[in-house]
């Protein structure tokens, strides 16, 4: 799937540690890891919450676009 590729790309875009963006999201950075690894699927809340954060749509992150 393209949106592990994508959350990745933004968290870099913005010289982000997955600690630190998890901390902001609310969730672990081991779960950080795993969806961008694609080792766990990402629910759409934390996807809104993506989407919120980085100022992009959800169209984007899955690649729709």
Do not use: H
Not at 25 to 48: A, H
């Amino acid at each position: 799937m393209i949106w592990n590729k994508k959350i990745k790309e933004l968290r870099e875009d913005r010289d982000l540690t997955q600690s630190q963006l998890a901390e902001i999201l609310g969730i672990t950075q081991r779960t950080i890891s795993y969806y961008e690894k694609n080792q766990r699927e990402i629910p759409i809340n934390v996807l809104v919450a993506y989407a919120k954060y980085f100022n992009v749509t959800l169209d984007y992150i899955c690649g729709l676009e």
